[in-house]
Every structure is written in structure tokens, then in C-alpha cells.
Nanobody
Framework: QVQLVESGGGSVQAGGSLRLSCAASGYTSSRPCMYWFRQVPGKEREGVASIDSVGRPSYADSVKGRFTISKDNAKNTLYLQMNSLKPEDTSMYYC????????????????????????WGQGTQVTVSS
């Protein structure tokens, strides 16, 4: 059973930084693509960043240059370093994992979120005040 547990959310002022973590367990197949998504109430979930099985990152245009996705395979942990935070980054952030493309990733710009992505964490709230 795959489990993803996010941590690191919180409240910060605009311009500040946060680092989210996602601890993964139970993955027995080849290394999946890992994602960060976010969602505010009443809006569709949107992709933020992805990192494929060999460590290649991809970002939504809205976070390029400010957010960095990374992973530590030895610790089975995914990270999202968020710098220069803006009030519009306020959202619930979710970690996700998927192997349906053999370790490659769906585009984070794709909407709606592909139904093939089946493993999700419970989310961690990020609030950025102006």
C-alpha cells in the first residue's frame, strides 16, 4: 500500500520561504514520477511541479524561478522549496505519485489532473499573507 505524507506547510508573509516534504512508503515498483499539486476551494487542482524517475524537474509557469522540486531517493522523500512566496500561492498542497508512464511524468500544465495519478497525500496548507 503506497502512502504519501506531506509536512512543512504553514503561514508566512509574502516574500518568505517554506519547504514542503513528502515521505513516501510502500512503493514496490520502479521509481515513479512524483508531483506537487495545489488546490483552493472551488477551483480545480493544478499541477505545480514534477520530477521524473531520473530526476528531471518540470514546473508550472506560475512558479518557475521561485519553486524547486527535489527528491532524496535514499530517504524516499520528495521536497518542494518555495521562495519569494506570493499571496496567490495560498493553497492546500498535495504530493502525488504515478508509474503509469514508466517513470516519466504527465505535463504539470495538463488539466484536468490525469485520472491515472492514483496515489495522493492528505495535503498540507500553505498560507501567504500580504
Amino acid at each position: 500500500q503506497v502512502q504519501l505524507v506531506e509536512s512543512g506547510g504553514g503561514s508566512v508573509q509574502a516574500g518568505g520561504s517554506l519547504r514542503l516534504s513528502c515521505a513516501a512508503s510502500g512503493y514496490t515498483s520502479s521509481r515513479p514520477c512524483m508531483y506537487w499539486f495545489r488546490q483552493v476551494p472551488g477551483k480545480e487542482r493544478e499541477g505545480v511541479a514534477s520530477i521524473d524517475s531520473v530526476g528531471r524537474p518540470s514546473y508550472a509557469d506560475s512558479v518557475k524561478g521561485r519553486f524547486t522540486i527535489s527528491k532524496d531517493n535514499a530517504k524516499n522523500t520528495l521536497y518542494l522549496q518555495m521562495n519569494s512566496l506570493k499571496p496567490e500561492d495560498t493553497s492546500m498542497y498535495y504530493c502525488a505519485a504515478d508509474s503509469s508512464l514508466g517513470g516519466f511524468c504527465y505535463s504539470v500544465q495538463r488539466t484536468p489532473v490525469p485520472a491515472e495519478i492514483k496515489y495522493w497525500g492528505q495535503g498540507t496548507q500553505v498560507t501567504v499573507s500580504s
